[in-house]
């Protein structure tokens, strides 16, 4: 089981718009083979600070979703509403 942690800053004043595509992106998420639970926080003093953390059965799942056409379909809603690249890290059990 392995854990991907997921920051991103959002554009001042699009918070909302970013919260929109977050949660259609949440919905596909959930049908992908692999992907067992996921939350998605706001950081308290600075709200266009964001933290996804998902939780898939094994790297090879994470990999499918992150290059499949149904995550590239609800990522062009939520990069264009992003400050900088996403910042993705990968942990896992030991």
Do not use: C
Not at 41 to 62: F, G, K, N, V, Y
Request: proline content about 3%.
């Amino acid at each position: 089981m392995i854990k991907i942690i997921i920051e991103r800053r959002i554009m001042p004043g699009l918070e909302e718009e970013y919260d929109a595509a977050a949660r259609e992106a949440m919905r596909a998420v959930i049908n992908a083979r692999g992907f067992i639970a996921g939350e998605s926080l706001r950081e308290r003093r600075h709200p266009e600070h964001r933290l996804l953390i998902t939780q898939w059965r094994d790297l090879s799942a994470w990999r499918d979703w992150q290059n499949s056409t149904e995550r590239e379909r609800v990522m062009q809603h939520i990069l264009p509403l992003l400050t900088e690249d996403e910042h993705i890290r990968i942990y896992e059990h030991y």
